[in-house]
């Protein structure tokens, strides 16, 4: 049998094996680059819905604060009037030189410092350090002032620089002045701009980066009247800054303006009386209170200050003086600072010996001059306590009138003789507790910054501060207002009052109501009593006609009026280093004092730094008592028909 | 050479359709991003920016149309002459060329900003595959991957000097594409993945300027200048993000026309597209390039040879990296590179020279049928 080749026969009905098309040889690398198409596609699109679908409201929110700003609209600050209606304040405008960071164009930024800088004189490194530091803050839109208070011709030229200089601003801004300056200074304060740390706290209230609110005085305590309620406008801006339209606007509501207690005439008066009085002295208060409501007719601390000084822009010049001044003239001594009573505080020592039955008005002690007292700790030492006079034997009328520091020396720390009690007297702890609650020791709660609360010593007190035991000398030194005692003037010109309206002791106030543009009252600020004085009225009754018969033939006559009847105190408070033989160089001069005495209206505090409190203080309180009611007096016969 | 046969039928008006859907929606783009500074176009007047880039658009279909009629092959006989002219061009824009945003790109040729590096784009791949076509039979030597590689690196090193760190991206990932579907050897390809790798570190710190750094670091923390260069990148975020599914409306993005947005319609155009016509707008745009590029690896699928197809190769990347890039910068996903968005983004340069690119498909698609009676009498 013929082997057929099987070979040859395969081609025929098997398929040719045929070189793969070269489209097909590249297949596998197409294949490859449209997975690779397909991938790179797919990452974008999953990275544009996490960001167009999951996190989309973030975005949008970010968009929106980018486009809409909102534009606080302030209304005008608040006015203050004294109580007559005087104007104590203005509003002026001035120019300021501001730069929005984020309108400023990187490239740009040297040209607009160099060309800000030579028009306003500032130096350019300050210029972009300001603007480098707000463009890094979260707020970069809003101005910087660069320049406050330009003078009109740079404002001009500024303004018209404006449109090549992106990012400039020329600001209208409103600042106080202050017509009565520094008779009315501690009254009012002035207004700042806001500080970093201000900012901070305050942005959540609307307070911008640039703005300004009260520093002191009731510029200060007043801030939220005075600035009243600042409305907006919201704006759509573009990427430099500049306003497209108006969204939506919600107009301010205007500021309250203040009526103060203050009587600005009488204030002027007794700040002349007070400065032709201070001699030697550092510093002079004198506070005129009504003795019905709290209110401070007047209230003068010298030196005063010129509040336009510090009121924003800040006069640089007149500055450092103010802050050197060693007599520191910005703090208000009749609250921010404290000194001994003297003997002003017999009324205290005298009504807690009087409410505890320790003296009556009847209990007679005779003054040699001075009393002896053994030491408590040393037998056989004894220490001499000096009266200012030898009094001889006196009723508790007398004792207070004269200021007798014998009779005081009984009535707090009692008497011994030969180790026995042959007196007893109130003690230290009870008349702390008395002066405590004639608000001695604790802030009167005035609506003014800055005031010290004093100190009302007493035995723990004593060993906790000072490690030593308290001794019968301390007590004794404690009845008379010396020693540890420290008061401020306005504690007891409102202790004087408490014992001249029959017991309220009353939160001092500045403010007497808050009212609208048109003067309808919008608040009243009503009369507030701390508390009632623990002291009967018959007792404070005692204590008002012994200081009645002060006046009459005591050392405080130098205080008598010729115009109403007053019943008064004066207090020598004796300080710094005793001269060998126990006596002081140096004494702060006190009067305290009301009128008219039988139908208390107000009631006056006169201290001196230095002097005597008859021969230096009493003069400005009596000259106080005349002008004030003097006055009145003219008033009423002008008003007569 | 095979004798080829020049069929219109072959003509594939898609990858046109695609190409003009993406331009005219890059038109209404550039009109809205340009809105807030020049309005709507008033007449012919050629300030205007979609006026001009309408105009570019026509200018690029008549040259698309003239090198569909041209034999691509003829380009591959001059590309040695087009690859040094483009050399020339970048080295001279290095020494004269105009500053724009810290970067030396632009030439002024009879009043109109050329910026050779797009064109350079072109000429590289037309080179390339030229050079790999014509070595098929040597493509396991050194000598010739290591020219192919030197062919893109030269132009790579001149725009990576302007600087412009984004087409010298271009420019290697064109040839490392090109290189693998021409039949490189994977050992060399790898050897060179390799080196790139080492040499990133080491070109970061040597040779990456200053502001190419800062772009970086940009990119890695935005929030470092929210003023400055981080600006814009935080910014088109905020644009595309706010964007939302269907967009604010064309001319409605407050990002773009409140101007937070810079560059809005060239680096930028797809935050703007993004903000106001959003994710359905964005993916309006994918769907056009896939189709797109889908049909241009089908003409280098079809075509006969390897010049053609390589070609087709080299436009699908370079169409391909571009807009990955563009769009990862706007999304935040690569650092800061001005790079423009093919088809889309304003600029005459570029646009021409992708529509040539796109000519010189459909020339391959054209002549993609071997000379045979039935073809020649129809089947």
Do not use: C
């Amino acid at each position: 049998m013929m082997r057929v080749p099987r070979a040859a026969n395969r081609p025929r009905w098997r398929p040719r094996r045929r070189e793969p098309q070269p489209h097909e040889r590249f297949q596998q690398r197409f294949l490859l680059l449209k997975a690779l198409i397909l991938l790179l596609f797919g990452v974008l699109l999953f990275q544009l819905a996490r960001m167009q679908i999951v996190d989309h409201e973030t975005y949008s929110t970010r968009a929106e604060s980018n486009r809409l700003r909102m534009i606080p609209e302030l209304p005008p600050r608040g006015l203050i009037y004294d109580r007559n209606g005087e104007q104590l304040v203005e509003n002026l405008p001035i120019f300021s030189a501001a730069v929005v960071p984020a309108g400023v164009p990187d490239d740009q930024l040297l040209t607009v410092v160099a060309e800000v800088s030579t028009l306003t004189g500032v130096a350019p490194g300050e210029i972009a350090g300001l603007i480098a530091a707000a463009k890094k803050s979260d707020d970069p839109y809003t101005p910087v002032v660069v320049k406050e208070d330009l003078d009109d011709t740079t404002a001009f030229r500024l303004r018209e620089r404006q449109a090549d200089l992106p990012g400039v601003r020329v600001l209208v801004e409103s600042v106080r002045s202050y017509p009565a300056g520094p008779f009315a200074a501690h009254y009012l304060g002035y207004v700042g701009r806001i500080d970093e740390q201000e900012y901070d706290e305050l942005r959540a209230a609307g307070y911008l980066l640039n703005d300004h609110l009260g520093k002191t005085g009731v510029e200060y305590v007043y801030e939220s009247v005075l600035r009243g309620t600042p409305g907006y406008r919201q704006v759509e801006i573009d990427a430099s800054g500049r306003e497209n339209e108006t969204v939506r606007s919600v107009a301010p509501r205007p500021a309250g303006n203040l009526v103060l207690s203050l009587d600005l005439d009488l204030q002027r008066q007794v700040a002349r009386y007070l400065q032709d009085a201070m001699g030697p002295s550092l510093n002079g208060v004198a506070v005129v209170m009504d003795v019905n409501t709290g209110e401070l007719l007047s209230m003068v601390s010298l030196p005063s200050y010129d509040n336009n000084v510090l009121t924003d822009p800040v006069d640089q010049k007149a500055l450092p003086a103010l802050l050197d001044d060693p007599a520191k003239p910005l703090v208000n001594h009749a609250i921010g600072e404290v000194h001994p009573p003297g003997s002003t505080w017999k009324q205290i020592t005298g009504t807690a010996a009087l409410q505890e039955g320790v003296a009556t008005v009847d209990t007679t002690i005779t003054s040699l001059g001075s009393i002896s007292v053994e030491d408590e700790y040393t037998p056989g030492r004894v220490w001499v306590m000096r009266d200012w006079a030898s009094l001889g034997t006196m009723n508790f009328y007398r004792g207070l009138a004269m200021s007798s520091d014998v009779y005081f020396y009984y009535l707090s720390g009692g008497y011994y003789q030969n180790g026995r009690e042959v007196f007893r007297g109130l003690g230290a702890d009870r008349l702390a507790r008395y002066a405590r609650d004639y608000g001695f020791g604790s802030p009167t709660g005035i609506d003014l910054p800055g005031e010290v609360e004093g100190l009302v010593p007493d035995p723990p007190w004593k060993e906790e501060t000072i490690g030593e035991v308290w001794t019968l000398g301390d007590t004794y030194n404690f009845g008379i207002g010396q020693g540890y005692l420290t008061i401020t003037p306005l504690q007891l010109v409102r202790a004087t009052a408490a014992i001249a309206n029959g017991g309220d002791l009353l939160v001092p106030r500045v403010v007497h109501e808050i009212v609208d543009e048109q003067g309808n009252v919008l608040q009243g600020v009503d009369r507030k009593v701390a508390r009632q004085v623990s002291i009967s009225n018959s007792n404070l009754a005692i204590m008002r006609e012994a200081m009645r018969q002060a006046v009459v033939y005591g050392p405080a006559r130098t205080g008598a009026s010729s115009r109403v009847t007053i019943a008064a105190k004066t207090g020598t408070a004796e300080f710094g280093r005793p001269l060998p033989d126990g006596r002081y160089p140096q004494s702060h001069a006190w009067y305290v004092g009301y009128a008219p005495f039988d139908n208390p209206e107000i009631a006056v505090v006169v201290f001196l730094e230095k002097g005597i409190g008859a021969t230096n203080a009493g003069p400005v309180a009596g000259k106080i008592f005349d002008y004030y009611f003097g006055r009145q007096h003219l008033a009423e016969r002008e008003g007569a028909p | 050479m095979n004798a080829r046969l020049i069929r219109l039928r072959d003509f594939d008006p898609l990858l046109f359709l695609a190409a003009f859907a993406l331009v005219g929606l890059g038109t209404l783009l550039i009109y809205s991003g340009s809105f807030s500074q020049f309005g709507s176009p008033d007449g012919l007047d050629f300030s205007h920016p979609v006026v001009r880039q309408a105009a570019f658009a026509v200018t690029g279909l008549v040259l698309a149309l003239l090198f569909t009629r041209i034999d691509y092959r003829v380009l591959g006989s001059i590309s040695i002459g087009l690859y040094i002219a483009s050399v020339a061009a970048l080295a001279f824009v290095l020494v004269a060329g105009e500053v724009t945003h810290g970067s030396r790109r632009w030439i002024e040729i009879g009043g109109t900003p050329v910026q050779p590096s797009e064109l350079a784009k072109l000429v590289v791949v037309i080179t390339l595959a030229k050079y790999l076509a014509d070595h098929q039979e040597q493509m396991g030597s050194v000598r010739v991957f290591l020219t192919s590689l030197v062919i893109a690196a030269v132009p790579a090193a001149l725009v990576f000097a302007q600087p412009d760190l984004g087409s010298a991206v271009i420019f290697a990932a064109v040839w490392f594409g090109m290189a693998v579907v021409g039949g490189a050897p994977w050992k060399h390809l790898g050897a060179v993945l390799g080196a790139a790798m080492v040499a990133v570190p080491f070109t970061f710190i040597g040779l990456v300027t200053d502001y190419q750094r800062e772009r970086i670091a940009l990119w890695l923390d935005p929030q470092r200048d929210p003023l400055g260069a981080g600006f814009q990148a935080e910014q088109a975020d905020i644009a595309i993000g706010s964007g939302g599914m269907f967009g604010k409306g064309l001319t409605h993005g407050t990002q773009t026309q409140l101007d937070f947005l810079r560059t809005e319609t060239t680096d930028y155009v797809f935050s703007v597209l993004g903000e106001e016509l959003g994710f359905v707008g964005a993916i309006l745009l994918f769907a056009l390039f896939i189709v797109l590029l889908w049909r241009a690896l089908r003409v280098a699928e079809l075509s006969r040879d390897m010049f053609g197809r390589l070609l087709a190769t080299g436009m699908v990347i370079y169409i391909l990296l571009q807009a990955f890039i563009n769009v990862g910068v706007n999304l935040g996903l690569l650092p800061v590179t001005g790079i423009p968005l093919p088809f889309v983004s304003q600029g005459g340069s570029s646009l021409i020279a992708l529509l040539i690119g796109l000519g010189i498909l459909q020339s391959i698609l054209l002549r993609h049928r071997p000379f045979t009676f039935r073809n020649f009498y129809g089947g």
